[in-house]
C-alpha cells in the first residue's frame, strides 16, 4: 500500500487578500509597540508573541487539511459468480445466430464463463476470483443471490466489479437487490448475464403423491396426486399405479392446460408390508421434459386389530347392527358394554361384553374407538370421572369418540360433564328425546361430505350422491340445534330446518389429537335394507378407521408416535405427538423424550419433547422438514429405555425444480442499482471489454481537518493564556 501525505489549503483570493493584509498590519503595528518600548526585550517577547497568534489565526482562517493518501499496490480484483442450483440443468437454451442448434442447458450456457481460459485477457491487470454458489454451496438447495453478493463485497479484496451468471429464480435468502445496494454504495458495478427462458417449457409435472402412511390388508387406500400441466391444451392421459409387488392400477383423467389437475386412484393391497407406490403420467408429445413424470412415496400395509369399546343402554337396532358390523370386522377386536335397566349386572352374554366399564387410565387408554350410545350419569352407568378419562385420551393419546344419542335422551345429562367441550353440536335442552316422525326423512350431504372419506359409499363422487340419495330413511333424529364452530358438517336433515339454517345429522371436529364424531338418527341399520352388509359395514368401516388412523401410525409396546397434517409438505411444520407407557403398563407423567430424525440426505437432527400432561403420558414437540422424502425417526425415552423406530414420507419437491421459468429481470434490476450492465449470454465477450474499460480505482484518502481540530483549538487557548501572563508581568496590566 503506498501511501502520499500531503498538507492542502482551501484558500481563495479574498481570504489570501486579506491574510496578506492581516499579517502585514500587524507586523507593522507590533515593531512599532517595540520601538516604542526602547526596544526593550521583554517588550519584544511580548510582541513576538501576539504576533505568533495573528500567523496561527490567519493558518486556521485558510482551512488546512493534511491529507493522507492510499493507493493499493496488488492489482484490483473482480469476483464471477455462477449459480450452480439445480435449475441450471433446465434445457431451454438456445443460441441466437444459429437457432437450428440443438438446445443447451442453462449450466452449459455459461460454461465458458466459469472457464479461466476465458479471463487470461484480463490477468494482468486484474485478479479474477471464480465462485460457484447456491444456498448450501452443493447445488441441492435452493438459490440464494443475496449472501453471495454481500459476502462478495465484504471479503474480498481490492473488489472492482463483480460478474453474475445465473437464471434470476432465487428463492431463499434476502432479496438480491438489497446487496446491490450495498456495492452501489461501495461504487462496484456488477455484470449480470441473464441465462434461460423467461416463459416456462411445455410440461407436465406430478407434483404430489399422498399415500397415507399406512393401511389394512384387504382395505380399499385411496391415494390423491397433483399434476401440473404448462400445456396450452387440455388433454386425455392415462396414469399408472404401480406397487412395488408389481400390481398395476390404471385411470384416464383429463389434465387441464396451465393449471393444477388433483384426481385419485384407488388400491386395494392384498398382503401385509413395507410397499412403495409408483405413480406415472405418459408424455405427451408436445412436452420437452419427462424426467419429473414419475413420482414414488412409501407406505406400510399392516394386519391390525383396532380395539373398539361401544357402550350402550338399550340394545335399540341401531346398537344391534353397529356391533353385529363390528364384530365380523377381522381388523377390529370389539368390547361391548351394555347398560340395560334391570340388569343385575352390566354387561351381556357372549365373548364380546365387558363387565363394567373400563378401571382407570392404563384400560380405558387401550381402546382406539369409543361409541357412546344412549348412556349418561345415571345410576349403573357413567360417572363424571369416566367423562374426564374419555376427555383425557381424545384429548391427549388420540383416541376416538362417537357419540349416538337415542330417544331416551339419556346424552343429555354427559353435556353437563367435561364431554361438552367435546361435542360437535349444541343440542335443544327442551328437547332431549330428540324428534320422530312417521314419515322417513333422508340425509343430504353438504360440500365437505361430498369430499369427505367418511361418507364415500361408492367410487365417484356422482355415484357417492346418487347411493345417499338413494339411502333408507329415518324416522327419529336428535335435537341438535347447530353445529360448534370448529366442526365440519358432513351431512344435515334434508327438509328441517331452523333460524341456524339445517338440522346437522353427520358432524366431526378434531379435539386436541383425537377426532370426535355426531351421528344424529338411529337409522343407519336400515341401510342394510336389499343390499345386506354393502353400506352398512362399509359406512361403519370407514368411521373406525378414519378415527384410529393417527392414533396408530407408529406404534410399539410402550410407545406410539402420530403427527400432524398426516400427509406434511416441504417446509411445513409438523406437529409431534408421543404417548409413552411405563413398564407397568401406566402412562409416564414425566420423562425425558426424544426423536432423532434422518433426512433424505443423511442430516441429523434430534428433537426433544416436552410433556403435555402428567397422567396422560402424552409428549409434544414440532419439525420442519426441508427435504422432500422419506426421514427416518428413532424415538426414545431415557427412563424406560424403551425406542420406537418408525419413518414419515414428506411431500412436495424441492425447492430447486427444472423446468421453471428463468428471472432476468431480478438480474436486470442488479445490475441497474449497481449501475453495472448486462450481457446476453451469447455476448460474453462484451464482459471482458466493459471490464478492462473500467476506470483505475480511486485512492482511499484520510483528510485530517486542522482547522477544526481540538489541538488548534487548544494551542490558541494556551498562547492567549500567555499573552495575558507576560503583560501582567511587565506592568501593562
Known sequence: MNTVRTLTFLWSPWSLVASVLVILITAGLCWFAWHRSGYRRDYGLLELLRFAMV???????????????????????????????????????????????????????????IDPVFWHALQEKMTVVIEPFSSAGTGKGGTNLHDPLASTAKDVKNLRGVVLASDGDWNEGDPPVQAASTLRLKNIPVYTVPVGSSTRLPDVELLSLDAPTFGITGKSVRVPFSIESTLPREHLATVTLKSSDGETVTKEIRIAPMGRTSEWLIWKPKAAGDYTLTLDVPKHADELLADNNTISAPIVIREEKLKVLVVESVPRWEYRYLRNALSRDPGVELSCLLFQPGLAKGGGGNKDYIKQFPQGLDELSKFDVVFLGDVGLEDNQLTTEDCRLLKGIVEHQASGLVFMPGFQGRMMSLMETELADLCPVVFDPAQPGGWGSRTPSHFELTELGRRSLLTKLADTQEDNIEVWEGLPGFQWYAAAVRAKAGSEVLAVHQDVSNEHGRIPLLATRTFGAGKVLFMGTDGAWRWRKGVEDKYHYRFWGQVVRWMAYQRNMAKGESMRMYYSPEQPQVRQTIALNANVMEKSGEPLPQGDVTARIVAPSGQVQTVRFQSAGDEWGAFSSHFTPEEPGRHEVILSCRQTSATLETSFYVQGAARERLGRAARPEVLEEIARVTRGEVIEVDRLEKVLKSLAALPEPTPSIRRLQLWAHPVAAGTLIVLLGAFWVLRKMIGLI
Open 55 to 113: 500567523l496561527l489565526v490567519v493558518f486556521l482562517f485558510n482551512q488546512p487539511e493534511w491529507v493522507e493518501e492510499y493507493r493499493p499496490e496488488e492489482k484490483p480484483t473482480i469476483a464471477v459468480l455462477w449459480d450452480d442450483s439445480a435449475s441450471m440443468e433446465t434445457r431451454d437454451v438456445s443460441s441466437r445466430e444459429t437457432p437450428s442448434a440443438a438446445v443447451i442447458t442453462r449450466r452449459e450456457a455459461i460454461a465458458k464463463l
